[in-house]
């Protein structure tokens, strides 16, 4: 077939608007594998996490995308069946695009998370099986690629869960976890950064010239990139976390207290009665002592004057009387919660903060109360300390995600466009970088319209995630995707994501970690998948046969 034929024009023009499609449906749907977890704990708002997706999504489509694209492309399907017949499987190719993007887009909209690495294998082997029965498909690959489904989820949340256990062991866990925690920052940052520059640089993209750099030189430059990042993070961000963390221990540790516009507003409050203090001249809120109290000057003033005595006349039985020189009503029982005195002098004067505090320095907040047996909190100041970590290894798991799930778009349109610009099934260069930037841009374009529809699920209702856990979620389900995206297997980001979810949640909590019957829904979803959209995919290719052979 002859290069950029007239006849094959509207082949691509609809290539590329289903694969813009598919990219919307990838990045809407596959926005909580990147930022879900970041959302989720509090250290992003969505829309700084749409900011982030739209650069490192991009990055990571053009960077290392093309890897994992080639897969898609040429190890599900034995592309040497359609010589001669080329036609035959531009055809095919935009079946795949729209029954992937066709179920994508339904399972957006009823906010399920799915896999885009499943519904693009599952089209493209429905349109295999239509188009050249069960020699159209490389089932050795395609059984690679459906291991690595069940093999992903666990190696990543393996991994996942190891990280937290070393984070929970040497720094949550320590009296003192900020100092441990400080000391560390170094070590994550450029541990995280090493990784991230090694999966660019090594075998990366021929334009930038990076595929002709040994493995060695590869290793040399990331290993000098993370020591630098390492050593910056050392003098400009631990002191600034040191000085942050330090300020909401100070905060934490300030008693709150209130002050008296006069004897007579203590006198109305029950806590002091009249006797010879009132004559001495001394300050009356040195005298004012509650029972395991404490009462000192400082920043709630309270005003007598919002209630007066009259409107506080209550049945006799709440007064009391005393001699001259009784002493203090801390002898005798405080108020009952049901004293309308007290209650009516509290309205005016309330506060959302607790204004008396325990001897022990201990409130009666509903806050405060200890966790519950399946919770477990994080103090601000270790939440913190991890947030900064986790906005990193969100970015770095962003990057990941751009350059494995843009294959899902643009694997079947660089089919298209290789028969279009060469004539021929065998694709003979690198995936051209416009049309990797082209996926990377409906992943983001996704990301902003309709990303938050799925974002909740792995971000909030699978596991309680704070910043520690989230971060080792993260750092573990990046590693784990980066890495198969540079020895060229599609495994399912989501998958990753998931099973580093379950995992952590697991091992961080006891009863109710996890949202089993969350998952089991989930699961549901990653098995109907892709039978579903081989048939789409079977079924479009029958219509498309008919039509245009």
């Given at each position: 077939?002859?290069?950029?034929?007239?006849e094959l024009l509207p082949f691509i023009i609809a290539g590329f608007a289903l694969a813009f499609l598919l990219a919307f449906g990838v990045?809407?749907?596959?926005?909580?594998?990147?930022?879900?977890?970041?959302?989720?704990?509090?250290?992003?708002?969505?829309?700084?996490?749409?900011?982030?997706?739209?650069?490192?999504?991009?990055?990571?489509?053009?960077?290392?995308?093309?890897?994992?694209?080639?897969?898609?492309?040429?190890?599900?399907?034995?592309?040497?069946?359609?010589?001669?017949?080329?036609?035959?499987?531009?055809?095919?190719?935009?079946?795949?695009?729209?029954?992937?993007?066709?179920?994508?887009?339904?399972?957006?909209?009823?906010?399920?998370?799915?896999?885009?690495?499943?519904?693009?294998?599952?089209?493209?082997?429905?349109?295999?099986?239509?188009?050249?029965?069960?020699?159209?498909?490389?089932?050795?690959?395609?059984?690679?690629?459906?291991?690595?489904?069940?093999?992903?989820?666990?190696?990543?949340?393996?991994?996942?869960?190891?990280?937290?256990?070393?984070?929970?062991?040497?720094?949550?866990?320590?009296?003192?976890?900020?100092?441990?925690?400080?000391?560390?920052?170094?070590?994550?940052?450029?541990?995280?950064?090493?990784?991230?520059?090694?999966?660019?640089?090594?075998?990366?993209?021929?334009?930038?010239?990076?595929?002709?750099?040994?493995?060695?030189?590869?290793?040399?430059?990331?290993?000098?990139?993370?020591?630098?990042?390492?050593?910056?993070?050392?003098?400009?961000?631990?002191?600034?976390?040191?000085?942050?963390?330090?300020?909401?221990?100070?905060?934490?540790?300030?008693?709150?207290?209130?002050?008296?516009?006069?004897?007579?507003?203590?006198?109305?409050?029950?806590?002091?009665?009249?006797?010879?203090?009132?004559?001495?001249?001394?300050?009356?809120?040195?005298?004012?002592i509650v029972e395991n109290g404490i009462i000192t000057p400082t920043s709630f003033p309270f005003d007598s004057q919002k209630k007066s005595?009259?409107?506080?006349?209550?049945?006799?039985?709440?007064?009391?009387?005393?001699?001259?020189?009784?002493?203090?009503?801390?002898?005798?029982?405080?108020?009952?919660?049901?004293?309308?005195?007290?209650?009516?002098?509290?309205?005016?004067?309330?506060?959302?903060?607790?204004?008396?505090?325990?001897?022990n320095g201990s409130k009666e907040s509903e806050l405060d109360q200890p966790p519950k047996e399946d919770q477990e909190s994080e103090s601000?100041?270790?939440?913190?300390?991890?947030?900064?970590?986790?906005?990193?290894?969100?970015?770095?798991?962003?990057?990941?995600?751009?350059?494995?799930?843009?294959?899902?778009?643009?694997?079947?349109?660089?089919?298209?466009?290789?028969?279009?610009?060469?004539?021929?099934?065998?694709?003979?260069?690198?995936?051209?970088?416009?049309?990797?930037?082209?996926?990377?841009?409906?992943?983001?374009?996704?990301?902003?319209?309709?990303?938050?529809?799925?974002?909740?699920?792995?971000?909030?209702?699978?596991?309680?995630?704070?910043?520690?856990?989230?971060?080792?979620?993260?750092?573990?389900?990046?590693?784990?995707?980066?890495?198969?995206?540079?020895?060229?297997?599609?495994?399912?980001?989501?998958?990753?994501?998931?099973?580093?979810?379950?995992?952590?949640?697991?091992?961080?909590?006891?009863?109710?970690?996890?949202?089993?019957?969350?998952?089991?829904?989930?699961?549901?979803?990653?098995?109907?998948?892709?039978?579903?959209?081989?048939?789409?995919?079977?079924?479009?290719?029958?219509?498309?046969?008919?039509?245009?052979?």
């Amino acid at each position: 077939m002859d290069p950029f034929s007239s006849e094959l024009l509207p082949f691509i023009i609809a290539g590329f608007a289903l694969a813009f499609l598919l990219a919307f449906g990838v990045g809407a749907n596959d926005v909580a594998n990147s930022f879900g977890t970041s959302v989720g704990a509090r250290v992003l708002t969505l829309r700084t996490a749409c900011i982030l997706g739209t650069i490192f999504e991009t990055l990571g489509a053009i960077l290392i995308g093309y890897k994992v694209s080639d897969t898609v492309r040429k190890g599900i399907l034995d592309v040497e069946l359609y010589n001669n017949t080329e036609k035959e499987l531009m055809l095919g190719s935009l079946a795949a695009l729209g029954g992937s993007s066709i179920w994508n887009l339904v399972a957006t909209f009823f906010s399920l998370p799915i896999s885009g690495t499943h519904t693009i294998v599952g089209a493209t082997v429905g349109f295999s099986l239509c188009a050249r029965g069960l020699n159209g498909v490389n089932w050795a690959t395609f059984g690679k690629i459906v291991a690595s489904w069940f093999v992903s989820p666990i190696m990543s949340g393996f991994i996942s869960a190891i990280i937290f256990l070393i984070v929970r062991t040497f720094i949550l866990n320590k009296a003192d976890p900020i100092t441990p925690g400080l000391k560390s920052l170094p070590f994550f940052y450029g541990f995280t950064v090493l990784v991230n520059v090694f999966s660019v640089v090594h075998d990366g993209p021929q334009m930038l010239l990076f595929d002709r750099i040994p493995w060695w030189g590869a290793l040399i430059v990331s290993l000098s990139v993370g020591a630098i990042v390492g050593l910056l993070v050392q003098f400009l961000v631990v002191p600034r976390q040191r000085a942050s963390i330090q300020e909401i221990i100070d905060a934490r540790n300030r008693k709150p207290s209130f002050t008296f516009d006069s004897t007579e507003s203590i006198e109305m409050m029950g806590l002091l009665e009249q006797k010879d203090n009132s004559r001495s001249g001394t300050p009356p809120q040195e005298l004012a002592i509650v029972e395991n109290g404490i009462i000192t000057p400082t920043s709630f003033p309270f005003d007598s004057q919002k209630k007066s005595k009259e409107s506080l006349a209550t049945p006799s039985e709440h007064s009391e009387q005393s001699e001259e020189g009784s002493g203090l009503l801390s002898d005798k029982p405080m108020a009952s919660k049901n004293d309308q005195s007290v209650a009516a002098l509290l309205a005016s004067n309330a506060s959302q903060l607790p204004l008396v505090e325990g001897s022990n320095g201990s409130k009666e907040s509903e806050l405060d109360q200890p966790p519950k047996e399946d919770q477990e909190s994080e103090s601000p100041e270790v939440g913190k300390l991890f947030s900064f970590l986790q906005i990193m290894t969100a970015t770095f798991g962003s990057f990941a995600h751009g350059g494995n799930d843009v294959s899902n778009a643009i694997g079947p349109l660089i089919a298209l466009w290789a028969i279009y610009t060469e004539g021929s099934v065998a694709q003979k260069s690198e995936p051209p970088i416009y049309i990797l930037l082209y996926g990377g841009l409906g992943i983001s374009v996704g990301l902003w319209v309709w990303g938050r529809r799925v974002i909740k699920t792995i971000g909030e209702d699978l596991t309680k995630v704070t910043p520690s856990s989230g971060f080792s979620i993260e750092v573990g389900s990046a590693f784990t995707v980066l890495l198969a995206s540079k020895i060229g297997l599609p495994i399912s980001t989501t998958h990753c994501k998931v099973g580093s979810v379950v995992f952590v949640g697991w091992t961080k909590s006891t009863k109710r970690g996890v949202d089993w019957g969350l998952f089991r829904n989930i699961v549901i979803a990653w098995i109907v998948t892709v039978p579903l959209t081989a048939a789409i995919s079977a079924l479009l290719m029958l219509m498309l046969q008919t039509i245009f052979l």
